[in-house]
């Protein structure tokens, strides 16, 4: 089975300070992806990644910025955390194009 | 901005019921298309993924592809209290080939 791992499942930060999400997944899959969730705006696509040190702006990039050093671990990266940015941040990866996304636990960030 | 209908819900039926589950796509050029089970509070799990025209059989589940009508839809046999859940309709980008497009979800509630 595809096992995608987040460091934390709830996480609380303070308005300016920068933030560190991680993820890792175990199936040498090319493709990773960041999404945030909210209720009634469902999900919402942030960045992706193609490929190690390749990535691609999503529908919502504002406020954060990615990294990709090696191809199973994707950081997503709060530069200076705002309220607004208080939601569940979900990893997930796939091994082609067109093909199915699997997702890490999530991790809820809390930004006070 | 690629849109991706669902009815929101809740839909509910009876224990041992067949649950109908639409979901609408404006991409025209997407190909592969896939179902989510997402509980309350959990990440989202696949559940099915269709790429070609007619219907896909998985156990208690179908999933069902028109391309010419834009529309795919799943089909939940003999419905159990444990299916109630959010299930979201994803389709991939054709522009991008890795990204996919996700509905809001549609709230299925399974009634002992």
């Known amino acids: 089975d595809v096992k995608v791992t987040q460091s934390s499942r709830y996480l609380v930060k303070r308005t300016g300070e920068k933030v560190f999400l991680e993820c890792v997944q175990d199936m040498d899959h090319e493709n990773m992806f960041w999404y945030r969730q909210d209720p009634g705006l469902g999900l919402r696509l942030i960045y992706f990644s193609y490929d190690v040190k390749m990535k691609e702006k999503g529908d919502i990039p504002e406020g954060y910025s990615v990294s990709r050093e090696k191809k199973e671990r994707f950081s997503l990266i709060l530069e200076s955390a705002s309220t607004n940015q208080t939601s569940m941040y979900l990893c997930?990866?796939?091994?082609?194009?067109?093909?199915?996304?699997?997702f890490g636990d999530g991790t809820r960030l809390s930004i006070l | 901005q690629k849109e991706v209908e669902q009815n929101s819900g809740p839909l509910s039926v009876p224990e041992g019921a067949i649950a109908s589950l639409n979901c609408t796509y404006s991409?025209?050029?997407?190909?592969?298309f896939f179902w989510y089970r997402q509980y309350s509070g959990k990440s989202p799990e696949l559940i099915m993924f269709?790429?070609?025209?007619g219907d896909k059989e998985d156990g208690r589940f179908t999933a069902q592809l028109n391309k010419a009508s834009q529309y795919v839809s799943l089909l939940i046999r003999d419905s159990q209290p444990s299916d109630s859940a959010t299930y979201l309709c994803?389709?991939?980008?054709?522009?991008?080939?890795?990204?996919?497009?996700f509905g809001k979800g549609t709230s299925l509630l399974v009634t002992p």
């Open positions: 997930a990866s796939s091994w082609g194009t067109d093909q199915p996304q699997h």
């Open positions: 269709i790429y070609s025209n």
């Open positions: 994803a389709v991939a980008d054709s522009n991008s080939g890795y990204a996919l497009n």
């Open positions: 991409d025209r050029g997407s190909q592969s």
